[in-house]
């Protein structure tokens, strides 16, 4: 399956922004990731294949909503109260499973491009 992120770009903070992922074909598990300058791929959110599952990280649960449209192969990332530091490269990725989202970037079998975020203050 081939990924394609968009919806990245320039904010202010306390603004929101809509990533999104899509899919070449349907997918299972979809994770949310993001690498800041310097910094290593972190975990954002991960959604299982029909939506029941969510999992956020603690940085931005109550911030951030994943959802997906299985309809359009695409999975979403709405982000809400944009912080600096929530400035990075995000990436969605998905597996091939049926078990429950992981949280970690091994867990995912192939990977978008990337779309970068920048949050200013």
């Known amino acids: 399956v081939q990924l394609q992120a968009s919806g990245g770009g320039l904010v202010r903070d306390g603004n929101s922004l809509t990533l999104s992922c899509a899919a070449s074909?349907?997918?299972?598990?979809v994770g949310w990731f993001r690498q800041a300058p310097g910094k290593e791929r972190e975990f954002v959110a991960s959604?299982?294949?029909?939506?029941?599952?969510?999992y956020y990280s603690d940085s931005v649960r109550g911030r951030f909503t994943i959802a997906r449209d299985n309809a359009k192969n695409t999975v979403y990332l709405e982000m809400s109260s944009l912080k600096t530091e929530d400035t990075a490269v995000y990436y969605c990725?998905?597996?091939?499973?049926?078990?429950?989202?992981?949280?970690?970037?091994?867990?995912?079998?192939?990977w978008g491009q990337g779309t970068l975020v920048t949050v200013s203050s």
């Open positions: 959604i299982n294949w029909n939506g029941a599952v969510t």
């Open positions: 990725a998905s597996d091939k499973s049926y078990r429950l989202p992981r949280t970690y970037a091994t867990a995912y079998d192939s």
């Open positions: 074909e349907g997918t299972l598990n």
